[in-house]
């Protein structure tokens, strides 16, 4: 199983910062300024790749585990959400599935039913196989 890529890096404009940081306003129900501090983290984080979803992914995902109460509301604080190693796991967690996909049920085979002396039989021709195998490999 391959490491997903990192997000290709692209150019950052003003624009897509502003609508970043007004998204993570929105969502958040925060006014913070747009200083030069925060568009330069902006920068950093969008310049990597990810895009105004995967903020919405991860703003969504922090406040459930806040509701839960398995995270901090600081987990929300912009200068913690704007860390690009930090982003970049809790995008990925946010992600992860805990339960494998759901599949159709296996339909069981039937097989018939062996009387002990055929069971006995088959023991014994295995049990053959295995010293035949162990003889080969001393």
Known sequence: MSEPAPPAAFPVDAAAIGQAHQLYCQLTGQTLRLAF??????????????????????????QREIRAQRRNVGALKLSNLLQPDRFEEDLQISRVRLRPLQS??????????????QQQQGRDRALACLRQIKAVLR
Request: glycine content about 2%.
């Open 37 to 62: 501090d925060r568009e330069r983290m902006w920068y950093e984080l969008l310049r990597l790749g990810y895009s105004l979803p995967d903020l919405h992914t991860v703003i969504s995902y922090l």
């Open 104 to 117: 159709t049920p296996a339909i069981p085979i039937s097989r018939p039913t062996l009387n002990p002396d």
